[in-house]
């Protein structure tokens, strides 16, 4: 897909190759390419490709959603993140049957395979594919179907974060929480809850009913916060919803308090740079605080959020954190540690993935 890149670059211009010095030992595209890696916080409707994104539009024809992979590029540039929900509600309007549940989700495990994505966890709304008249046991069969034939197939592991569209208000937190604890329609493969959605004008302790549930339920914490709002929204996450990451949390390095705090807890930030460019969270990419949050000593992870639609993938935002923090590749294996680290993989599936890349990296620098 073509794209505006997001730090005002000319346009056809590749993020990677300011990384690629020809008269280094190394090159770090291909580093980062082979790099075996986690990623926490991917959206499942967000990571529809353009092609797949074409292929739903056309079988859904009184959508608003253009059918021309090229026109999603334009259709794909947003003006402010209330302009970014519009768009991407329109896509989740093209997930109607559990078809289009099941083709997307292994299509999208097909695109992590590419990138050695090993582990995701994928953040699932279901709320706003049953309210649309997907049956909630097919839903749930088709993602559970796609995440084994993926593991099986692929050799991606998937896991299920639910969450609550926090624009959808109380009743779809109700339903959203209903469907992570009642054992009759829980998946196998789910294993956390969140809340999504605008920040503005949603505050986080109305949710703290449904997240104590939730956790009650034996699920983890992982709302979204301080992305379009201040540091108040992650500590209203924090005391509120008991999070045990943070996705985004972009405006916690104007709190040094709270900062110090997430370090001292090992409360991980999802950081999605090129996302927050997209959305104007960030007005550009050299402004992004990163920097801040590894200086403050936060776990940071690297991820994607909703990559087609923001003309990234897994890869370009590694590459993107490499520029910003000058990192070499054992500062790139150390992010994908960090993942790893704040991932909600078993203990075992841990230790293999942390030992596949420290194996890789070694490799890599051994003359």
């Known amino acids: 897909m073509r794209h505006r890149p997001p730090d005002g670059r000319p346009a056809g211009e590749d993020p990677l190759t300011e990384l690629t010095d020809p008269s280094a030992p190394r090159d770090l595209r291909a580093f980062i390419t082979g790099l075996p890696k986690a990623e926490l916080h991917v959206h499942h409707v967000g990571s529809a490709s353009p ?59 097909r695109d992590m395979a590419r990138q050695q994505v090993r582990y995701a966890e994928l953040t699932l709304t279901p709320f706003s594919s049953t309210r649309r008249g997907i049956d909630e ?15 099986s197939e692929l050799g ?12 959808a208000g109380l009743e779809s937190a109700e339903e959203t929480t209903r469907l992570a604890t009642d054992d009759r329609v829980r998946p196998e493969g789910l294993v956390s809850f969140g809340l999504g959605g605008p920040e503005i004008g949603v505050p986080r302790p109305q949710f703290k009913p449904y997240f104590d549930r939730a956790i009650a339920a034996g699920l983890h914490s992982v709302p979204h916060a301080g992305e379009t709002t201040g540091p108040q929204t992650v500590w209203d996450a924090l005391t509120d919803l008991r999070a045990e990451r943070i996705g985004h949390g972009t405006s916690s390095v104007r709190d040094p308090r709270l900062l110090a705090h997430l370090a001292d807890h090992r ?6 740079p090129t996302s927050n460019i997209a959305t104007r969270a960030v007005r550009t990419l050299d402004e992004h605080p990163l920097a801040q949050m590894i200086a403050a000593g936060v776990l940071v992870t690297i991820n994607s959020d909703d990559p087609p639609m923001f003309g990234t993938d897994l890869n370009n935002e590694y590459a993107v954190a490499a520029r910003l923090l000058g990192l070499d590749e054992q500062g790139l294996a150390a992010l994908a540690r960090n993942a790893v680290e704040a991932s909600f993989l078993d203990p075992a599936g841990k230790r293999r993935l942390t030992a596949e890349i420290d194996t890789y990296t070694s490799a890599w620098l051994t003359p």
Do not use: N, Q
């Open 156 to 167: 991606v592991v998937l896991r299920w974060c639910f969450d609550i569209p926090g624009e």
């Open 51 to 109: 092609r797949i994104v074409s292929t739903l539009a056309a079988r859904h024809p009184d959508s608003r959603v253009p059918t021309d992979p090229e026109a999603l590029a334009d259709y794909f540039t947003f003006t402010d993140f209330a302009h970014f929900i519009e768009v991407y509600l329109s896509v989740v309007d093209l997930i109607r049957t559990p078809e289009d549940v099941r083709t997307l989700t292994y299509e999208i495990a």
């Open 137 to 151: 046991l097919g839903f749930m069969e088709a993602i559970e179907d796609a995440r084994k034939a993926a593991e």
């Open 267 to 272: 409360i991980a930030l999802e950081v999605c």
